[in-house]
């Protein structure tokens, strides 16, 4: 699966700015500090997005998921 895959439904940031691919999420990813790069959360949704470009299925719920959850705990 291309890393210019769209997600089912956006993945929304903080300002209303939306993530619509894999790429956009990896690109989001990579703009983090490293050390944030390296918290586990963060790390879940890498891997998420990597399964999903390589082996596409089911993985690319689950990279949304990631990226979601990954999101919401730094909101908080």
């Known amino acids: 699966m291309p890393w210019s895959t769209p997600f089912d439904d956006p993945i929304p940031l903080p300002g209303g700015r939306k993530l619509r691919t894999l790429q956009q999420a990896a690109d989001y990813i990579m703009q983090l ?44």
């Open 33 to 76: 500090s490293e050390a944030e790069q390296h918290e586990p959360r963060w790390q879940v949704a890498i891997e998420n997005l990597i399964n999903a470009a390589e082996t596409g299925g089911g993985w690319l719920m689950f990279a949304r998921i990631g990226m979601l959850r990954a999101l919401n705990e730094e909101r908080r």
